[in-house]
Structures are given as structure tokens and as C-alpha cells.
């Protein structure tokens, strides 16, 4: 009986259910031989989706709980983080305390080598427009894992310049104010935002795009002209691939599985 693969997302929305079944048909044509189950770890997500919509979604204990019940003993639960932030420390707690055993797929940025293949998949986003910079905005942690963001935009600017900036909507650094700062002393007259999360839900509306107290409202109080990209890291064929290697990384791990 082989692994089944559990994908574990924070939470869902309808726009993520796309993303998910996007990501879901990638994952299924690379691990044919494995069965592709789902999982969120929001409470608060799964009380709300409950109550609003009444579709029923599963944390992984429950999800890992019913695979021992149907008699597996091994199970892959992939995180869908895109740092190793308190999300996935959590889903380690939880994925110990189950009976089955597990093999945990690391988030999206996690070896070195993940953040050169990142940039590579953002190759095609990055053609240079003169004066214009380009900012990815993830969400932010205050987990030490904050430095994440920092390493990526590291990376980002060696493959493509200086005027690539990673901001965060939340905790983190550099603060927005000090990227605005900085784009409008370099002599920038434009900025494309591009949203560095797997969905671009909420935060791309309220936060990058909205009318009051967003990074476009941020840019434009300053003179200098806003565009965005709209869709989330889960569209991108190439970021589900580094997922995809993840999962393999755990598979290889479990007895009879690995290459």
C-alpha cells in the first residue's frame, strides 16, 4: 500500500480552492501511484467555511487518523508554507501526536536551492521596464524564520538587479515605509507589486491594492505610479515543481520508497 500524500494549507477560501485544485492536478499527474488527499490547519477557517458555505474540510489529524484506520502505516503530509514559520512548527506538533507515521514535505523555501529555483520561476515576470522597480510582498512572520524573506530578496536582486525589493505585509523587515523610502530616493516613477503568497486572496485586495493604509496607497501619496500582478505563487507551474521535489524528499525517506 503506498504513502498517501496529504497536502496541508493554512486555511480556504473559494479563491484558494482553485489554487488548490490547480496545484492538486500537478501532484497528481507527477505521483500517480499515490493517493492525493487535503488538509487545512485553520480552526478558524474550518468554523468559518462550515458555517458560511457548509462544506466540511479536515485538519491532518483527522485526515491522518482515517488513513491508519484503512490500514496504512506510513503517510507524506506535504506543508504548503512558504517559510518555516509557526504554521509548520505547529503542523509538526500536530503530525506527532497521530499514530500513523509520517514523512513531512518542508515548505517552499527551505535549501538554498529552493530560492534559486524561486527566481528562476520568476524569470519571465522580471523584463526590466526603466524606471520602474519591482516589489514582492509576502506576509511576514515574527517567527525567526523572518530572515527568509531577506535571503529571497538576496537572491532576487543577484539574479535581476537592484530594483527587486521583497516587503512584507505584516511582521518582518524592511518595514514598507522603509522600501517606499528607498524606491522614491533610487528615482523610481513606478513600482509593479507581485504578490509573494501561494493565493492572492485578502491580503492582495486590502492590503497591497486597497484605498487606505495599502502599498499602493503607500506609493502613490509619494508620486510614483502603481501596477500589480494579480495571481499567487500557486499558479506558477515551476513553484508547484519545488512542492513537488518536496514530497519526493519525503517519500525517498520511507522504507520501499525511495529511488
Excluded at 522603509?178 to 486590502?206: C, N, T, Y
Amino acid at each position: 500500500m503506498n504513502p498517501s500524500i496529504v497536502m496541508t494549507a493554512f486555511g480556504t477560501t473559494t479563491k484558494a480552492l482553485e489554487t488548490y485544485s490547480f496545484i492538486d492536478e500537478i501532484c497528481k499527474r507527477r505521483f500517480p501511484d499515490h493517493e492525493i488527499l487535503w488538509a487545512y490547519s485553520s480552526r478558524m477557517v474550518k468554523d468559518r467555511m462550515k458555517k458560511t458555505q457548509n462544506i466540511e474540510i479536515k485538519h491532518p489529524h483527522q485526515v491522518l487518523s482515517e488513513l491508519k484506520e484503512k490500514g496504512h502505516s506510513w503517510a507524506v503530509v506535504q506543508s504548503m508554507h512558504l517559510t518555516c514559520g509557526h504554521e509548520f512548527y505547529r503542523l509538526i506538533e500536530e503530525v506527532k501526536e497521530c499514530e500513523i507515521r509520517t514523512s513531512v514535505g518542508l515548505p517552499l523555501l527551505s535549501y538554498p536551492k529552493d530560492y534559486q529555483s524561486v527566481a528562476k520561476a520568476f524569470n519571465p515576470a522580471f523584463s526590466k521596464i526603466e524606471n520602474e522597480a519591482v516589489i514582492m510582498i509576502g506576509h511576514g512572520t515574527d517567527h525567526p524564520g523572518w530572515s527568509s524573506y531577506l535571503a529571497l530578496q538576496y537572491i532576487f536582486r543577484e539574479k535581476f538587479g537592484p530594483e527587486i525589493y521583497v516587503g512584507l505585509v505584516e511582521e518582518g523587515y524592511p518595514s514598507r515605509e522603509m522600501i517606499v523610502e528607498d524606491v522614491k530616493k533610487s528615482g523610481f516613477k513606478s513600482v509593479r507589486l507581485i504578490p509573494f503568497m501561494l493565493v492572492a486572496g485578502v491580503h492582495f485586495q486590502e492590503d497591497l491594492m486597497g484605498e487606505e493604509d495599502s502599498w499602493k496607497e503607500a506609493f502613490e501619496e509619494k508620486g510614483i505610479s502603481v501596477s500589480a500582478e494579480t495571481g499567487g505563487l500557486g499558479f506558477i507551474p515551476d513553484i508547484v515543481e519545488i512542492f513537488c521535489k518536496h514530497i519526493q524528499d519525503a517519500l525517498d525517506v520511507i522504507p520501499g520508497q525511495g529511488v
